[in-house]
């Protein structure tokens, strides 16, 4: 079993930064993905972004491409994802994912088997 807990979510002002960390445990060494969703209130699940266990590839959103950076510290087994120039409708609880499949990076939420809570992001106009 994997276990996934994230951290830094809160409340940031529009045009600002904020960086959640998703941290997991377990038998890490079966996971092959890790992934950022969102989701607002009202709305479905959305993909934000994915990365590869080794770091070597990464896939986003066009909604936050180039505003948000996934990234991987393989020695503590956690993945981050900076999110720069927020916008109000980057509000959302922001939850963590893995898979241990052979298919690489993917969007879609059932491509993930584990999940982590989740942290509430809000960003005020």
């Known amino acids: 079993q994997v276990q996934l807990a994230e951290s830094g979510g809160g409340l940031v002002q529009a045009g600002g930064s904020l960086r959640l960390s998703c941290a997991a445990s377990?038998?890490?060494?079966?996971?092959?993905?890790m992934a950022w969703f969102r989701q607002a209130p009202g709305k479905e699940r959305e993909f934000v972004a994915a990365i590869s266990w080794s770091g070597g590839s990464s896939l986003y959103a066009d909604s936050v491409k180039d505003r948000f950076t996934i990234s991987k510290d393989n020695a503590k087994n956690t993945v981050y994802l900076q999110m720069n120039n927020v916008k109000p409708e980057d509000t959302a609880v922001y939850s963590c994912?893995?898979?241990?499949?052979?298919?690489?990076?993917?969007?879609?939420?059932?491509?993930?088997?584990?999940w982590g809570q989740g942290t509430q992001v809000t960003v005020s106009s």
């Open positions: 377990g038998r890490t060494s079966s996971l092959r993905a």
């Open positions: 994912a893995a898979h241990g499949r052979n298919y690489g990076i993917v969007r879609p939420t059932a491509g993930y088997e584990y």
